[in-house]
């Protein structure tokens, strides 16, 4: 009897479960596929950017036409905002891409939609961020291939002991990578795969911040990324180029023959230097043979080799490496584990925030000189006090005293408030440095901007990068960031709303970009001490200078100016001209580029941030011999409003130089 009541109690809660489920209103909007993509382990030492991605399904109650995609993160100094109105309609879905810049206390992003500012009940969400204490030895791996084929997982064997090679010097670069870059070889604790389809592809290149390896594999990803929005094509190649890794690896020659996007890639015809070859006496699989004219083989010709792209790699296999059979796992650990950089060109080096943010400081010449309020102190205290006593004091006054010791101190403070705020002023000023880094063989250049506001009032201001490129502030200390709201607008551009600073209070702000400043090589013959240069629809260069990275035997810098005008597409053989002075580079430039003096601070930045002069501490990984290295005039990559009164720039072209054997 007692069994029977229980079923029967049972049944009635499962029956009024599913009722009162009936009347619980469901969200107006649901989210599908809710996630951060790519879900890699994301580093402790550093921060950097990650993207949350989801659909957007709206119910038949939903009558508005626009929401808000709303994520937060909290940190231990601060909180970080992001935002994007979109518009939706009923019944149609809608996809969204929103990043958002984290720190390295960030454990948990929560997602919420809005209409009108107010939250929508029932999307308020938490996302987990992985983290992985190992990154100096974690290798994420973004595998791109059709969902049902291949099973990529068998990479992540590739750990520690299981036979990689403990040789990690790779092939010699041309692109301006430094010999001591960290390559991945005999130490990974960690290999971690997440495979997407080319539909699931970052739709901006910070998209890539999480990423140290992209895979293309198969046929039909490269058909899907030929025929999606140019931006996540654009998107994948300015990633490579600014530092990136690929991985292409072919099921057949019929697509690395036809794809549009593998044009791009490889800049080269593939029609005639492409081949199928079948099983042989070194593999028992199908291979794609590519003699690329710019490879370093890595084994057989055309096989498996490598090639630079920018500033990044271009890996290339010619067998079928979605599947773990044959020899595919000892390809990975022979031959491309070791020309996977653990670093790209774009990773942020935090230790040089502290130098930026001193040379930015405009406040610091804006404060009135010490010796000025000690006069005016002196004045005070031994001039117009005793004058003032003895005057009294002659008239028999001085009850007066007690009048006259206020009076003139409050017209004391009101003449040093007057003399601070003539010497700092009512009006905002900005100074800002853009080093623009020609990328090899291409069109574009690596833009990073640095640009430090002075307040001259307590204001909000909005700080916008340039489309397509990321914005950050920047803090001397840590400490710095506490109490801040960081709140970012994801629009055309990326802007950073309503950013408070005080009366007289500095602002520091970083941006990363890439920006077509034309086509521009250049080669010195060391023995003729001349030039060639070749630039197509490049922009124009004031007072170009060549400039090396050594010293003379007398320890001055070797600074060379060109003998000929540069109004011509290509200069053979240019004759170059010593640069009279003696000392650092940026002594000699200051005086022939006839720099003022108040913005020598900022040509010390672009000297010590380029390494040029190697007596200074360095905070890049580049080490070329040789720059070209000229002023140009680009359009702002950071605007801020309210606009500052005052705005000192400078605008460097920094192109790597070719140096012809004596």
Known sequence: ????????????????????????????????????????????????????????????????????????????????????????????????????????????ISYQLRVGGAPIRGTSKDLQINRNYYSDSLLRILYVSPKEYGSPYYIQQLNTGTGLTTNVSPLPRENGLSSNWEYYGANINEVKVVQITAEELPDHWYGYDQVDLVVLNNDKPFEELAKKQSFKRRALLRWVEMGGTVLVSPGNDFWLRKSVFLQDLFQTPLTESVEQAGPNFFSSTNMVIFKHPKRHDLESSGVTWWMEKGYGTVLYSGRDLGKMGGDALDIWRQYLVRNIPHQSYLDKQRNFDVDVTRKLDISRKATPAFWAITICLAFYLFVIGPLNFFHLKRRRKTIFLLFTIPLISVLFAGFILSYGYIT????????????????????????????????????????????????????????????????????????????????????????????????????????????????????????????FTSKDNKGNAK????????????????????????????????????????????????????????????????????????????????????????????????????????
């Open 1 to 108: 009897m007692s069994n029977r009541r229980s079923v029967l109690s049972l049944v009635f809660l499962l029956t009024l479960s599913s009722l009162a489920a009936q009347f619980i209103p469901k969200p107006i909007i649901e989210t599908e596929k809710l996630a951060i993509s790519p879900d890699f382990p994301t580093t402790t030492n550093e921060p950097g950017w990650v993207t949350v991605t989801g659909t957007l399904n709206p119910s038949e109650h939903w009558t508005g036409n626009k929401v808000t995609v709303y994520l937060e993160e909290k940190n231990y100094y601060s909180e970080t905002s992001t935002a994007q109105t979109i518009s939706l309609i009923a019944p149609s879905r809608k996809k969204f891409s929103l990043s958002l810049p984290v720190t390295e206390d960030t454990h948990t």
């Open 424 to 547: 700092k002023g009512t009006y905002s000023k900005l100074l800002s440095l853009q080093i623009l880094h020609q990328i090899p063989d291409s069109d574009y250049s690596y833009e990073k901007c640095y640009a430090g506001i002075f307040s001259g009032s307590r204001d909000l201001y909005q700080i916008e990068a340039r489309p397509g490129s990321v914005v950050e502030p920047m803090f001397f200390r840590n400490r710095e960031r506490s109490g801040q709201n960081f709140v970012y607008r994801q629009q055309p551009s990326l802007q950073l709303q309503d950013y408070p600073l005080s009366l007289w209070q500095m602002g520091y702000f970083q941006s990363d970009n890439l920006v077509k400043t034309g086509f521009l090589r250049a080669s010195v013959n060391l023995s003729r001490l001349s030039v060639d240069l070749e630039k197509k629809e490049a922009l124009p260069l004031n007072k170009p200078l060549i400039v």
């Open 559 to 662: 600074v060379y100016s060109f003998d000929c005008p540069l109004d011509k597409d290509y200069l053979k053989q240019a004759p170059l001209t010593r640069v009279k002075g003696t000392g650092r580079i940026q002594d000699m430039l200051s005086v022939y580029w006839d720099i003022p003096s108040e913005d020598l601070e900022l040509l010390n930045l672009a000297i010590s941030y380029e390494n040029l002069d190697r007596n200074q501490n360095s905070y890049t990984l580049r080490s070329e011999d040789a720059y070209l290295i000229a002023l140009v005039e680009v359009p702002d990559a950071i605007e801020i409003t309210p606009t500052p009164g005052i705005h000192r720039k400078m605008q460097i072209l920094v192109v790597p130089v070719m140096k012809e054997k004596k």
